[in-house]
């Protein structure tokens, strides 16, 4: 039987017990095609039972398996062509009429029928019955799968990232009758009824900075309003619904801008008015078009307070930011796992690369970013969901936690997808391996939902505007008291914290990467140790003593290091 086949099947049941990993021939390069991208990674199931609760981690786990089977096989090759054909905007219809048509390859529209209906990565965590689940789930298991999702398709996971976005920022701020007209599309499994989202906010001359957006907002009726204006960074640019910022006040800055819900189709089954200009031909995520768009008195429904548009956009931003990470994450295990799987298979001056020195180094080089970007990622999503359930300090840890992984996992990734390709060697360089698409991928997460500059700004505004440091900080200690850290893990989060604390007081940006970073890699350290204790993996505390060493204590360049037995623990679980 075909593995891949049979995964590539929506109507397949799923197995009780785990699929084998596809067998992989001898063969003078590596191949991990057909592996199980969920087997592959020797910490998944155990994060996954310490992370969510015991009931839905055990009714999920079969969807994980039947996922990573797709991932490493059949959703895998859906994005390599995907990528090689990416879609053409069409302008006008054959019977004269102009149109603002994308025109998407067919293993595009199978990747969004794999994500949106069949494991229902938008609509999860917003509403119940999605895999066979009676309530909404946690964001833990709506990141955990996506995950799972993006180490074969990156792109796509923006337009689904954007609707589950969306829908959250219409419940928490929209009139009633919006969300009624709205939801149930926004969250429906049915594939030829769903609504995709997408947020348009970027001009030409108001990128980061927002309150230099000109597109203007005029009210049309009680009900509605007209948009005018251009935008120039849309991705998902032909989405049913999109969020929109746009001028309605006569105020100058950030104070005249309000939030609209602008849909592609009007009420009355017209299309509305605007236009697709062009698209973008971008770097990477070439399978998921973006395009520039041109509002021409566009009708659009205020979302939340005249004027206060920023605010709620924040909010729908914040949560794409927490996805861009978990996205940075993805791919960063992804290329670790790709690299293992060449070291382990690949034999040079008569040994396995795995057992030579330098390869070992560099390997767990990967794996820590890797595994700190995904413990940030659950202790993210765990304060995320305390926090829409209604606790206010979970809500200040969470405003805190989610520019800190926007900004290093992203930069991470950079470097972990280039660094594995590396290991691969020149075949890493050939498009027909995974290795160069994970890597122009990668370059994205920096850029998408706020700069690397303008999201460490983020953080010392979070410090020192929302007070957002000192809960976080008491969480981080009552972890290691769970994980029984030695002492060395709470030095470094006093110094971190108390040099991130400093830099938002002095009111000085330079401090503001540096500060990030250091409160980055002392949160992830501590979430590593934690999460060693109450899963029993110890290979994840050595990942943590490694964060330390690597990044927070003071080293001697020239000195040798002193950390072959953590390498050989880390590597001996990989």
Not at 458 to 485: C, F, N, T, W, Y
Not at 518 to 534: F, M, S, V
């Amino acid at each position: 039987m075909d593995v891949q086949a049979e995964a590539a099947s929506p109507d397949t049941p799923i197995p009780d017990t785990p699929m084998p990993d596809a067998p992989i021939p001898d063969a003078p390069i590596p191949d991990a095609r057909g592996i199980n991208l969920h087997h592959a990674d020797p910490d998944a199931a155990a994060l996954h039972a310490l992370h969510l609760p015991p009931d839905l981690a055990a009714h999920v786990a079969p969807h994980f398996t039947r996922l990573g089977a797709l991932a490493g096989g059949h959703l895998d090759d859906l994005a390599a062509t995907a990528d090689r054909n990416p879609p053409t905007l069409g302008v006008r219809r054959r019977t004269g009429q102009d149109s603002s048509d994308i025109h998407k390859h067919p293993a595009y529209v199978e990747m969004e029928r794999l994500a949106y209906s069949e494991f229902g990565l938008a609509a999860l965590s917003h509403r119940p019955g999605v895999l066979g689940w009676p309530a909404p789930m946690p964001p833990a298991a709506k990141y955990a799968l996506t995950y799972l999702f993006v180490q074969a398709e990156f792109g796509l996971c923006c337009p689904v990232s954007m609707t589950d976005s969306l829908t959250r920022t219409l419940k928490k701020f929209a009139a009633p009758d919006l969300i009624d007209r709205y939801f149930a599309r926004l969250t429906s499994l049915d594939f030829d009824t769903l609504a995709q989202g997408a947020m348009f906010m970027t001009e030409q001359g108001a990128g980061s900075d927002v309150a230099a957006t000109a597109t203007r907002a005029e009210p049309s009726n009680e009900a509605s309003w007209r948009l005018w204006g251009d935008k120039w960074f849309c991705s998902n640019p032909d989405a049913d619904l999109a969020m929109v910022l746009a001028r309605s006040e006569a105020d100058p800055g950030l104070a005249g801008i309000s939030l609209f819900l602008l849909p592609k189709i009007r009420p009355d089954g017209t299309p509305n008015a605007y236009r697709i200009l062009r698209l973008k031909d971008k770097l990477g995520t070439r399978s998921m078009a973006s395009g520039e768009i041109r509002l021409e008195g566009a009708e659009a429904y205020l979302v939340g307070e005249r004027g206060r548009g920023f605010k709620q956009m924040a909010d729908m931003i914040n949560n794409s930011r927490l996805s861009n990470g978990m996205r940075a994450a993805g791919l960063m295990r992804r290329a670790s796992t790709e690299a293992l799987h060449i070291a382990r298979h690949r034999r040079a001056f008569g040994r396995p690369l795995i057992d030579l020195p330098l390869m070992r180094r560099q390997l767990v080089k990967l794996l820590m970013p890797t595994e700190q970007a995904r413990a940030m990622m659950f202790l993210t999503a765990d304060a995320l969901g305390r926090a829409d359930a209604g606790d206010p300090i979970a809500a200040k840890r969470a405003r805190l936690l989610t520019p800190l992984i926007k900004f290093r996992a992203c930069r991470d990734a950079r470097r972990v997808t280039g660094d594995a390709m590396e290991v691969r060697g020149g075949c890493g360089y050939i498009e027909e391996w995974p290795d160069a698409r994970l890597l122009r991928d990668a370059h994205l997460g920096s850029i998408w939902e706020g700069t690397s500059n303008i999201v460490a700004l983020d953080v010392l505004r979070a410090i020192k505007r929302e007070q957002a440091l000192p809960p976080l900080r008491a969480h981080l200690r009552e972890m290691l008291a769970e994980a029984d850290a030695p002492a060395g893990f709470a030095h470094h989060l006093d110094r971190a914290a108390a040099f991130a604390d400093a830099a938002a007081g002095q009111g000085t940006q330079t401090l503001a990467r540096q500060a990030a970073s250091g409160l980055y890699h002392a949160t992830t350290a501590i979430a590593l140790a934690w999460e060693a204790a109450r899963a029993r993996l110890p290979h994840r505390l050595a990942l943590a003593r490694l964060v330390l060493a690597h990044r927070l204590a003071p080293r001697d360049p020239l000195a040798a290091p002193d950390d072959a037995a953590l390498i050989d623990t880390v590597l001996a679980a990989a």
